[in-house]
């Protein structure tokens, strides 16, 4: 929740892949105060079945940066390899079921707003935005 002091962040995924949320990806948060301040890791969670992420750690006063770290090649080796079987690079290379082992989005924040920031997910591509 975000307060007149600080702002707050909420996150979810979408694996476009297969047109489904997705479960069980571990996400970590940092924040910094200032561009050149050093990141303070927060904590983090992991998605729920709806894709979402409920309870990302509260960001601290003074936060004007914040980092989102997805990790998504644990979720597409465990949960989607068998669904990515068929996608090109796999089967015609061998290569593992994620080009991108992991996602992070670097975002600035100004206190009393909420970002909710959803990942479109898939194991060749992503995109983010600032949702609602």
């Not at 983090?44 to 998504?72: I, N, W, Y």
């Not at 909420?114 to 194991?123: C, E, I, Q, S, T």
């Amino acid at each position: 929740m975000s307060t007149d002091t600080t702002a707050s962040v909420s996150t979810h995924i979408l694996d476009t892949s297969i047109g489904r949320p997705a479960e069980g990806v571990a996400i970590s948060l940092a924040a910094r105060a200032g561009s050149d301040a050093a990141w303070v890791a927060l904590g983090g969670s992991a998605t729920d079945a709806d894709g979402r992420c409920k309870d990302l750690p509260a960001l601290p006063q003074g936060t004007t940066h914040v980092r989102l770290d997805f990790e998504t090649e644990t979720y597409f080796d465990t949960k989607q390899a068998d669904a990515q079987q068929d996608a090109p690079a796999n089967r015609d290379s061998g290569a593992r079921a994620a080009f991108f082992p992991e996602v992070a989005i670097t975002f600035a924040v100004t206190p009393g707003e909420h970002y909710h920031v959803p990942l479109l997910l898939n194991p060749f591509g992503y995109s983010v935005y600032r949702g609602s």
